[in-house]
């Protein structure tokens, strides 16, 4: 394992907090450990890590509120912890931009897993995205810095948002099923719903209303394709 690799673990629950480190430790990984979400906002541009364990029921700013800041400066991926039996919008996690989630308690080897995945797939993301910029007409989509400019403005747009659209859009006409889709925006091992699909097909839809040459189109009983 590539001890190169920095994860910050934040959990106000201290013996779980050192668990998680303990487990990751053993995998190689440096672990910098935080008490609550202040704590994350206040050291995460100071130790880069690149991957960023995240409770959601956390003192002074929870996981929802860190994971919004951290999304406007950073795209390093996110694993949102709960605890079994709390409230959990998967979806709404899933819309501010995380990777993945994992549910107390789980087992060391699923943690492992999941880190390892996601640390995976975004070093895949990462060699892809060095000159990934797609022009449709009007709308331009720069997997590069992440950025979309809509008849010359610049929008903001969730991650997963924005990958959705650009997978659709790199491949237009092709219809994918939200099973596929779910695979090629948030891995094979992501263990979601499809309406996670529906959702942010809405919310793209809804950014770019009006005339287009092209649409987000749903193919009845099958699943979308971007038709140009």
Same mark, same amino acid.
Do not use: C, H, W
């Given at each position: 394992m590539d001890n190169n690799i920095k994860i910050m673990v934040a959990d106000d629950d201290r013996n779980i907090g050192e668990l998680i480190s303990l487990y990751l &430790? &053993? =995998?190689g990984y440096e672990i910098f450990y935080c008490e609550n979400g202040q704590e994350v906002t206040e050291n995460f541009e100071k130790e880069a890590p690149n991957l960023l364990i995240l409770d959601i029921m956390m003192p002074i700013k929870d996981? +929802?509120?860190?994971?919004?800041? %951290?999304r406007e400066v950073s795209k390093v991926p996110v694993i949102m912890v709960t605890a &079994?039996?709390?409230?959990? =919008?998967?979806v709404l996690g899933l819309e501010l931009g995380a990777d993945d989630y994992l549910v107390k308690p789980?087992?060391?080897? $699923?943690?492992?897993?999941?880190?390892?995945?996601v640390l995976r797939r975004y070093d895949g993301e990462e060699k892809e995205d060095d000159t990934e910029i797609l022009t449709v007409e009007n709308?331009? %989509?720069?997997?590069? =810095? +992440?950025?979309?400019?809509?008849? $010359?403005t610049q929008m903001e747009i969730p991650p997963k948002e924005l990958e959705l659209l650009y997978f659709l859009a790199s491949n237009p006409n092709r219809v994918y099923t939200r099973e596929q889709l779910l695979d090629q925006i948030w891995g094979y091992d992501y263990?979601?719903?499809?309406?996670?699909v529906d959702v942010h097909i809405k919310r793209l839809r809804e950014k770019f209303e009006g005339k287009n040459s092209w649409e987000i189109k749903t193919v009845w009983g099958v699943g979308y394709k971007f038709k140009v």
């Open positions: &430790k &053993k =995998d996981g +929802y509120q860190v994971l919004k800041e %951290i &079994k039996g709390e409230t959990f =919008d998967k789980f087992d060391p080897l $699923e943690l492992s897993a999941r880190v390892k995945a709308l331009q %989509i720069n997997m590069t =810095d +992440y950025s979309l400019t809509y008849e $010359e263990v979601g719903e499809t309406r996670t």
